[in-house]
């Protein structure tokens, strides 16, 4: 059948099916497969390090641990029994802290994640293996005694209105007392700072990403800023468990909506990275004597992030088409500002785009319909020169040009589609924004999928609506039923995905749609001024 196909034809269908690859790579992929877990009651491991050249930034930078000893795969009961010393409560969270001097409980106040049930969002999971705030050292002794050694807290009770108020914990080892500073700002940040008696190595982690908003669209793991200002990511059941990262100034363990970050963009911190039994990323700072940085756990809210530093704006995690993903979701913010409906915002966001590809578009359309005109003229070609291939891409050519047709010319609308389709994806997947937003009647939450199907038929509906309207030159039978089941294709894809990216692509078709019978309407007294068969 492929050799029947003409070469507008093929890069059509190549289009069509790379765009189906990458919607069924982000719906059906599963998660990486997790290592089974050796051992659930293992105790705490140190971190060690050696001397090699073993990290993708310095090469004179120590890798993080050795492997002689299993990674920390769990917590025991005992310790994640532990009592809790002291309450915070500040307008944007609710937190404990227990007496090994880790967050044990961090409650997001967000009505709009509040359960049936009235629970709030809790970023701390009892079973994670590694706790926000925790002290690794890499004395095994002495991390040992860290485990068994309670805190004391200055205070028992922190509550944080208009002004910063400060919990200052303690901990006596047999070699070292370790004061941990923390002071809570009432925009939901905070300081820390971590005093040594003596100079020791250790460590310390913003905690296992959070569990709140997990699901398989999505990135979850670990997120670094890097000196330069670029990003890595390390996904869950992807760590090697020895990444180094010298000067960072962004650690983040994020799931869909939540993150639980350091920051310090002023001197950095090294950050190194080891991993659990089912090699799900840990990641862990180098403290040392005397250190500080700040701290953020919450929600992925852009409003929120900028707030405390643009360059915060970067734990939200668009992918590939990041460089896309970003000035599509400031538009969409800013649209948002003027029109307060995120649904209303993503149908003006649509046909702005619409309206800025229309030019390139056009010319696509109009091309289609050459091509359509000329169908009977290129059979003809074709059937003459059926054995001459060189001769007939020639005559073809040579038609192409009398006319001023571009078989390639209805592809290049297409392919732009494909990077605006995934960067807009990636926003309206991400986007906490769109949590419980509604729009109409029936869509009460655009992050989630349309409860009565409505959306993917009407997408469907306009995508073979489009179809129909649109000029085509299949000389096979077969190829014009395959591209007609398109549509329930894409409505079987688009059946679970959130409401607010259903709603793009319907009305993106519909638009598509007008402007499909308005370019038809051109070319139609295009063909009766030139007398074009």
Same mark, same amino acid.
């Given at each position: 059948?492929?050799?029947?196909?003409?070469?507008?034809?093929?890069?059509?269908?190549?289009?069509?099916?790379?765009?189906?690859?990458?919607?069924?790579?982000?719906?059906?992929?599963?998660?990486?497969?997790?290592?089974?877990?050796?051992?659930?009651?293992?105790?705490?491991?140190?971190?060690?390090?050696?001397?090699?050249?073993?990290?993708?930034?310095?090469?004179?930078?120590?890798?993080?641990?050795?492997?002689?000893?299993?990674?920390?795969?769990?917590?025991?009961?005992?310790?994640?029994?532990?009592?809790?010393?002291?309450?915070?409560?500040?307008?944007?969270?609710?937190?404990?802290?227990?007496?090994?001097?880790?967050?044990?409980?961090?409650?997001?106040?967000?009505?709009?994640?509040?359960?049936?049930?009235?629970?709030?969002?809790?970023?701390?999971?009892?079973?994670?293996?590694?706790?926000?705030?925790?002290?690794?050292?890499?004395?095994?002794?002495?991390?040992?005694?860290?485990?068994?050694?309670?805190?004391?807290?200055?205070?028992?009770?922190?509550?944080?209105?208009?002004?910063?108020?400060?919990?200052?914990?303690?901990?006596?080892?047999?070699?070292?007392?370790?004061?941990?500073?923390?002071?809570?700002?009432?925009?939901?940040?905070?300081?820390?700072?971590?005093?040594?008696?003596?100079?020791?190595?250790?460590?310390?982690?913003?905690?296992?990403?959070?569990?709140?908003?997990?699901?398989?669209?999505?990135?979850?793991?670990?997120?670094?800023?890097?000196?330069?200002?670029?990003?890595?990511?390390?996904?869950?059941?992807?760590?090697?468990?020895?990444?180094?990262?010298?000067?960072?100034?962004?650690?983040?363990?994020?799931?869909?909506?939540?993150?639980?970050?350091?920051?310090?963009?002023?001197?950095?911190?090294?950050?190194?990275?080891?991993?659990?039994?089912?090699?799900?990323?840990?990641?862990?700072?180098?403290?040392?004597?005397?250190?500080?940085?700040?701290? =953020?756990? +919450?929600?992925? &809210?852009?409003? #929120? %992030?900028? $707030?405390?530093? /643009?360059?915060?704006?970067? *734990?939200?995690?668009?992918?590939?088409?990041?460089?896309?993903?970003?000035?599509?979701?400031?538009?969409?913010?800013?649209?948002?500002?003027?029109?307060?409906?995120?649904?209303?915002?993503?149908?003006?966001?649509?046909?702005?785009?619409?309206?800025?590809?229309?030019?390139?578009? =056009?010319? +696509?359309?109009? &091309?289609?319909? #050459? %091509?359509? $005109?000329?169908? /009977?003229?290129?059979?003809? *070609?074709?059937?003459?020169?059926?054995?001459?291939?060189?001769?007939?891409?020639?005559?073809?050519?040579?038609?192409?040009?009398?006319?001023?047709?571009?078989?390639?010319?209805?592809?290049?609308?297409?392919?732009?589609?494909?990077?605006?389709?995934?960067?807009?994806?990636?926003?309206?997947?991400?986007?906490?924004?769109?949590?419980?937003?509604?729009?109409?009647?029936?869509?009460?939450?655009?992050?989630?999928?349309?409860?009565?199907?409505?959306?993917?038929?009407?997408?469907?509906?306009?995508?073979?609506?489009?179809?129909?309207?649109?000029?085509?030159?299949?000389?096979?039978?077969?190829?014009?039923?395959?591209?007609?089941?398109?549509?329930?294709?894409?409505?079987?894809?688009?059946?679970?995905?959130?409401?607010?990216?259903?709603?793009?692509?319907?009305?993106?078709?519909?638009?598509?749609?007008?402007?499909?019978?308005?370019?038809?309407?051109?070319?139609?007294?295009?063909?009766?001024?030139?007398?074009?068969?």
């Amino acid at each position: 059948m492929l050799d029947k196909m003409t070469q507008q034809q093929r890069m059509v269908l190549a289009v069509v099916l790379s765009f189906i690859f990458f919607v069924a790579y982000d719906f059906l992929l599963p998660k990486p497969k997790h290592i089974a877990q050796e051992n659930n009651q293992t105790t705490q491991q140190p971190l060690t390090t050696q001397k090699a050249n073993a990290t993708p930034i310095a090469s004179s930078a120590p890798a993080p641990m050795e492997n002689k000893t299993p990674t920390p795969a769990g917590i025991t009961k005992e310790q994640s029994d532990t009592k809790n010393i002291a309450n915070i409560i500040t307008p944007a969270f609710h937190a404990k802290i227990d007496e090994l001097g880790r967050i044990s409980l961090y409650e997001v106040l967000l009505e709009k994640f509040k359960t049936k049930d009235g629970k709030l969002p809790n970023l701390v999971d009892p079973s994670s293996p590694v706790k926000p705030l925790e002290i690794r050292f890499s004395d095994p002794a002495l991390n040992e005694e860290a485990f068994k050694v309670p805190y004391t807290a200055s205070s028992s009770d922190i509550k944080v209105s208009n002004e910063d108020k400060e919990l200052v914990l303690t901990q006596k080892l047999s070699k070292v007392t370790i004061t941990k500073k923390i002071i809570f700002h009432p925009n939901g940040t905070y300081s820390l700072h971590i005093s040594l008696s003596n100079p020791v190595e250790y460590y310390v982690s913003p905690g296992f990403r959070p569990k709140e908003a997990s699901d398989k669209f999505t990135f979850m793991g670990v997120l670094i800023r890097k000196a330069d200002g670029t990003i890595d990511t390390i996904k869950d059941g992807g760590a090697k468990g020895n990444e180094v990262y010298m000067k960072a100034n962004i650690l983040s363990a994020c799931d869909k909506y939540f993150a639980t970050t350091f920051y310090n963009f002023k001197d950095g911190f090294d950050v190194y990275i080891t991993k659990d039994a089912k090699e799900d990323p840990l990641a862990f700072v180098k403290g040392s004597k005397e250190f500080q940085l700040s701290g =953020y756990a +919450g929600a992925k &809210s852009h409003k #929120r %992030l900028a $707030a405390i530093d /643009p360059r915060m704006t970067d *734990i939200i995690e668009y992918g590939f088409f990041t460089f896309l993903a970003k000035p599509m979701f400031i538009l969409l913010k800013t649209i948002h500002s003027y029109i307060g409906n995120w649904g209303w915002a993503i149908v003006a966001t649509t046909i702005l785009l619409r309206l800025v590809l229309f030019p390139l578009t =056009y010319k +696509g359309m109009v &091309s289609m319909n #050459r %091509l359509k $005109a000329l169908s /009977p003229k290129i059979k003809e *070609i074709q059937k003459k020169y059926k054995g001459e291939p060189q001769k007939m891409n020639a005559k073809m050519m040579e038609l192409y040009k009398k006319h001023n047709a571009n078989p390639m010319g209805g592809c290049l609308p297409m392919i732009l589609q494909i990077p605006v389709f995934f960067a807009i994806y990636r926003v309206l997947l991400n986007a906490v924004e769109l949590k419980h937003a509604p729009w109409m009647g029936w869509i009460h939450d655009l992050s989630a999928m349309d409860p009565y199907y409505i959306l993917p038929i009407l997408m469907a509906g306009t995508m073979f609506w489009q179809q129909r309207i649109t000029p085509t030159n299949f000389t096979d039978p077969m190829q014009e039923k395959i591209m007609k089941f398109l549509p329930l294709i894409f409505m079987f894809f688009f059946v679970t995905f959130p409401a607010g990216l259903t709603l793009y692509w319907f009305v993106n078709n519909l638009f598509g749609v007008l402007q499909q019978y308005y370019v038809n309407s051109i070319f139609k007294k295009e063909k009766e001024q030139k007398g074009v068969a």
